[in-house]
């Protein structure tokens, strides 16, 4: 079995082995089947279908996303240094060397970070280090000298881009964009198990029909046998033998097609439940282990409605889209206003150099000691700009109202939806159930009377047509019981699609699906 570790985890003993090497259909001998629940179908779709396994990386995706946006407001550390010399002509007489040499080492360490508010505040610690070929003894001056600076520069909006709320939109819309992948990955889910179970009684119809086509044929090849009887008797004309096995042969091909349509059943809940599964069950035959439950749904229209429009994940993306309209709007309307920033900074420094970097960093560091070298600064400044016209902006914050709106009439258009399916899906329901009594009434009534034709024909008291006739009847009636059987087992999975319950229902069966929980 291949090793498959996905985000859904199935906590259920469901999804033990399900092979039986030693079973095999009566019609393909030397091939193991797979006796498969409805529920171990569904365990191993949520654990190796593809679509699942495609949606459930969109989380990690997102999750990723809220970091990077929260990353906005993370210190950023940052170092420079640079290395310059100049060589040029000196005078003797002042410097004691007839060739000027400078050498200037500058460095620097800094600390910054953004502000909810939206501005920002940077920390910078500087250093220079000038190095001459003067003679100290001729000029007085040294000839290495060091000096350091601390300064601290503060940037603040006052209008656009100003705002707790506005410089913390985008973190929203990337947590928005995370739990609205969650409720996307229930969605995938549900739908998932949605298709298993209704391929689940596919399977089961294309059994049931292939067993009626083929009892069916029975009675065809009984019909020519009594014929045949019938003909040595003297008891029929020879045009009744050619008249059934016609018959026959169409009902060889009926049973042709019954088989294709359960090959092609099996393949579909295959596809779903392990598409790459090859040895273990594409090779092999599925018998189901879990028949259709006939019964009414438990719960009201009203009920079923009002879960709908509570729990679908549907709605919730939408909010969800709402919400995020909603912040872009914000956005767009801040950036509508004049740029307005105000800056300012503050610093001390060693303002006449040292021999040493220790000297020079202490009286950066003294407390007002003029006669030292320390000295400090400070400024303010005001950055004011308008767009003329402003047309950018303007379009932009319109533009983020029409989709507002836009994504309001969707979510009404969803919910009336809902509404409408729900409505539908309890009908479906009622209307099936009362399906599957009317037409096992109607096959038990013509299985009755074509025993009774049967009979008369065996006495030579009908003919061959009127016992195809009714076999034929028989035929009909018995394929619209199956179908109806399994429309209302389909009815049921598609009520709780419509009622966004599927993943409640699981879990009350012991198959609990992580990965949709929101926020989690």
Do not use: C
């Not at 950023?76 to 010399?85: K, L, M």
């Not at 009908?462 to 076999?471: A, G, S």
């Amino acid at each position: 079995m291949k090793a498959f570790v996905p985000m859904v985890v199935v906590a259920s003993a469901l999804a033990a082995p399900l092979l039986a090497q030693d079973a095999s259909r009566g019609d393909v001998p030397h091939q193991p089947t797979v006796n498969l629940t409805l529920d171990q179908a569904i365990v191993w779709a949520l654990q190796f279908n593809l679509d699942i396994e495609i949606s459930s990386f969109v989380p990690d995706l997102r999750a990723s996303q809220v970091e990077e946006a929260r990353s906005r407001f993370d210190p950023v550390i940052g170092a420079d240094f640079t290395a310059a010399r100049t060589d040029g002509r000196a005078s003797v007489a002042l410097t004691g060397e007839r060739t000027a040499q400078n050498e200037q080492y500058d460095w620097g360490t800094s600390l910054r970070r953004a502000m909810p508010t939206g501005g920002t505040w940077n920390l910078r610690m500087a250093g220079r280090n000038t190095v001459t070929n003067a003679n100290e003894s001729v000029t007085g001056i040294n000839d290495r000298l060091w000096t350091t600076s601390s300064t601290l520069t503060l940037t603040q909006p006052v209008l656009r881009n100003f705002g707790f709320r506005f410089n913390r939109s985008t973190i929203h819309i990337a947590e928005n964009s995370l739990d609205r992948s969650y409720y996307e990955f229930q969605q995938r889910v549900q739908d998932t198990v949605q298709q298993v179970v209704t391929a689940y009684w596919r399977i089961q119809l294309a059994a049931d029909t292939l067993k009626i086509q083929l009892d069916s044929l029975d009675r065809v090849r009984t019909s020519l046998a009594l014929t045949n009887l019938l003909i040595e008797n003297g008891k029929l004309a020879k045009h009744e033998q050619y008249e059934v096995e016609t018959n026959l042969a169409t009902q060889l091909d009926q049973v042709h097609q019954a088989q294709k349509s359960y090959m092609d059943a099996e393949d579909a809940l295959k596809q779903l439940i392990a598409p790459e599964n090859e040895d273990f069950i594409w090779n092999s035959h599925i018998e189901l282990g879990t028949r259709p439950t006939i019964a009414a749904p438990t719960r009201t229209m009203e009920d079923s409605t009002k879960s709908a429009l509570e729990i679908r994940p549907e709605i919730h993306v939408l909010r969800l889209n709402l919400m995020n309209a909603d912040e872009a709007i914000l956005q767009a309307k801040n950036q509508m206003l004049p740029q307005l920033n105000f800056t300012g900074s503050v610093g001390i420094a060693d303002t006449t150099g040292h021999v040493s970097y220790d000297e020079s960093m202490s009286t950066q560091f003294s407390e007002n000691d003029y006669s030292a070298g320390f000295g400090y600064n400070y400024s303010a400044g005001v950055v004011f700009e308008i767009p003329i016209g402003n047309r950018p902006a303007r379009s932009a914050y319109t533009s983020r109202i029409i989709e507002r709106r836009q994504a309001e009439a969707a979510l009404r258009n969803t919910e009336s939806q809902i509404v409408q399916g729900v409505r539908e899906a309890v009908r479906d329901v009622f209307t099936t159930l009362e399906r599957v009594d009317v037409t096992t009434k109607g096959s038990d009534a013509a299985l009755k009377r074509y025993q009774s034709e049967e009979t008369l024909f065996k006495e030579g008291q009908t003919d061959n047509f009127r016992l195809q006739q009714f076999r034929q009847n028989l035929l009909q009636a018995q394929l619209q019981e199956v179908r109806a059987r399994s429309e209302h087992a389909i009815s049921h999975v598609d009520l709780e699609r419509a009622e966004g319950t599927i993943l409640r229902r699981l879990r009350e069966r012991n198959i609990i699906v992580h990965g949709t929980e929101v926020g989690k």
